[in-house]
């Protein structure tokens, strides 16, 4: 049976369930930020789940690259699947802009996060949503 | 035409093409860290591949995840297509060890490479090599 692990739970806010992936806007309104959850039951790395899945999760990331190329426009997109610290199989998909705070450098581990008023972040929930509709 | 960017030659050895990809070993002994760069001209972003090259794509990550799982047998594997400095699309498939430098956050920007010695590198990458034609 498929579980959000709690540490992802507390810091992202479901936006949409794709065919595989469950995504999570993080609440840290420094980055446009989604983390994709494939519904897959104890699964680490990427190479782990089955061919047909790693597919339609390449297709849910490229989705969700689209979703935040074409809302936010930022400079460059970041794609990562670590896991060292949550080990069920997440990936992230980022939006950076050269005046964020980690710019070059990689977002994860680089500051406290800063979070959406709630409107906002329901707002924001709500635009991805549509956009995911649309573009995806 | 395709042309491999001057820093990602500089940093990396050329260990084998794939059907999309060169794989390069970055020359930092300090993980085992691979770096496939698909041979497409002037593509920066995952979702600007065609869906045919990402599925190919999807496979040969997957590919190089199970040459490191299966050679270094590391703690975990990071995957990441960040391009912030080096705007070619490339994606890094980096073992991780709770003993590293970098544990547990990302390896990127954390410190001197830490090269090889002319006779490891070589021996890393006929080894590497061997993996890819046998695993993948």
């Not at 949409?16 to 999570?24: E, F, M």
């Not at 806007?25 to 959850?37: H, I």
């Not at 406290?112 to 649309?134: C, G, H, N, V, W």
């Amino acid at each position: 049976m498929f579980v959000l692990s709690s540490r992802l739970k507390e810091d992202g806010a479901e936006v949409i369930g794709l065919g595989l992936c469950v995504v999570l806007l993080m609440k840290d309104r420094s980055f446009p930020w989604l983390v994709l959850v494939p519904r897959r039951d104890g699964v680490r790395e990427m190479h782990e789940l089955a061919k047909a899945d790693r597919a339609v999760l390449m297709e849910e990331i490229c989705a969700a690259s689209s979703v935040i190329g074409t809302l936010f426009k930022p400079d460059k997109i970041n794609i990562g699947a670590l896991g060292n610290l949550v080990p069920q199989l997440h990936v992230h998909v980022i939006g950076r802009f050269k005046t964020d705070r980690a710019w070059p450098g990689p977002v994860w581990g680089t500051g406290a996060m800063q979070p959406y008023p709630p409107e906002e972040l329901d707002k924001t929930i709500l635009t991805l949503r549509s956009a995911f509709k649309t573009l995806a």
